[in-house]
């Protein structure tokens, strides 16, 4: 099933929130992202009901199994996309946010033969 993009920017905040924290919040969702409580609340429900991540009696999240692979494919793109655009010499900034968009519309394929090509530089 072909998840949306702005799903896809939200399971991967919720893994990198909670690499840094014990426990990860809506407000925490909204503080990262800079986007409206409601619009995370909307965001964290239609996340809920697709069966990507759960919500405790104490509004912690977590992520499902689902919500998990798709949070990691989606944040190990990021990562190896923009250190291999700085190791290109583009800023730093700009690789972040090209990395950001590449992400989500590269091929299975593609993002394969970029990582066996970093792998071997």
């Known amino acids: 099933m072909k998840v949306q993009e702005s799903a896809e920017n939200y399971l991967e905040?919720?893994?990198?929130?909670?690499?840094?924290?014990?426990?990860?919040?809506?407000?925490?969702?909204?503080?990262?992202?800079?986007?409206?409580?409601?619009?995370?609340?909307?965001a964290m429900k239609n996340l809920r009901e697709s069966g990507y991540i759960r919500m405790d009696e104490n509004g912690y999240i977590t992520l499902t199994d689902a919500g998990r692979?798709?949070?990691?494919?989606i944040y190990e793109r990021h990562t190896l996309l923009s250190s291999w655009l700085i190791r290109l010499g583009v800023d730093e900034k700009t690789a972040q946010e090209d990395a950001c968009r590449i992400e989500h519309v590269?091929?299975?394929?593609?993002?394969?033969?970029?990582k066996r090509h970093v792998g071997n530089i």
């Open 69 to 73: 692979a798709i949070a990691e494919k």
């Open 106 to 114: 590269i091929s299975a394929e593609s993002f394969a033969a970029i």
């Open 13 to 42: 905040t919720i893994l990198v929130l909670g690499n840094q924290k014990p426990h990860v919040r809506s407000i925490d969702v909204v503080n990262e992202m800079n986007f409206s409580k409601p619009s995370v609340s909307v």
